[in-house]
């Protein structure tokens, strides 16, 4: 019997017998990045809290951090760079389902591990055809939707309580949480994702709230930039100086997130935040948008397309640093963005 002919055996031996209560051991598997990952916590809370499953999760070490205090995984397994690591230790887990969130060419590996395998479409083929020749056969579906309609099969539905990101419980930052601030996140995985430091200034001028700016090693400088061209402003530069969940934690307590294209914007989200976010090179149509009520969320984008520019966003029909840089922040933006935060 091949092994496709197996795996519906098993699918159909499921749901022939759903009257005995069994408790399912599922496997979801999304090994990057910090964004894609925070989009699967609502296909972990619904497996676990509408089929009372065990749920185990694989990932790239590096990322294992954003679900090590999630209480609805109970196993944690992650990978330097292969499956084939701890195949064997997977193996023995003996799963009903594996569910394959991130589907490519590493996650293929997962049919030797002997359990029925369910995929996340991608629809790279919309994709293309939206980014190439302006066809959108994707109708602004969010990319959470499609992740549930990988489990679909299961009959779970989606419990519409959004994101979800887990804080430890010792996580402090040398700020006062108690002021009204806002977060801006103003890094990204490419220069073309990010508006630019003469952006930022402009805009912070407008902004009558303290402002604290987050990212990595490589935006100190920027913040510092950004704080010098600002003086007299109530800006706080803590780039560099955070790890995740103290950057969640900033986030957490303040009244609104202004963020790039980034993984921030879905911590964000997480909290249910207000969210400012800018798109140039990559468009929110695509169906990473803020999952959030529409109500708090806007969505500043590059009028140069309607079409996302490259498949990462890191190239740019129009410009070499990215057609975001051509957000004007004129005065009715200002005021749009003013009402939005009010």
Partial sequence: MGVNKVHCAILVNFFSFTSVS???KILVVRFSSIGDIVLTTPV????KKQLNAEVHYLTKNVYSSLLKNNPNIDKLFSIKKSILEIRKDLKDQ???FIIDLHNNLRSSLLIFLGSPVKRYVKSNFKKFLFRSFGINLLRNQHVVDRYLDAISFLKTKNDNLGLEYYIDE???VDFDLKEKYIVWAIGGSKIQKK???NQIIELSKELNFPILLIGGDKEKNTGELIKEKCKGLNIT???GTLDLDQSAFVIKHSFCLFSNDTGMMHIGAAFNKKIVSFWGCTKPN????PYVKKENSMLVVSSNSQRQCSKHGDSCRYSKDGCIKEISIDENLREKIGRFIS
């Fill in 195 to 197: 508006i630019s430091v």
């Fill in 237 to 239: 530069n803590l780039c």
């Fill in 170 to 172: 010792s996580t402090s």
């Fill in 44 to 47: 972990i809370r619904v497996l």
């Fill in 22 to 24: 069994k408790s399912l």
């Fill in 94 to 96: 003996k799963y009903d």
């Fill in 286 to 289: 695509m169906g990473f948008y």
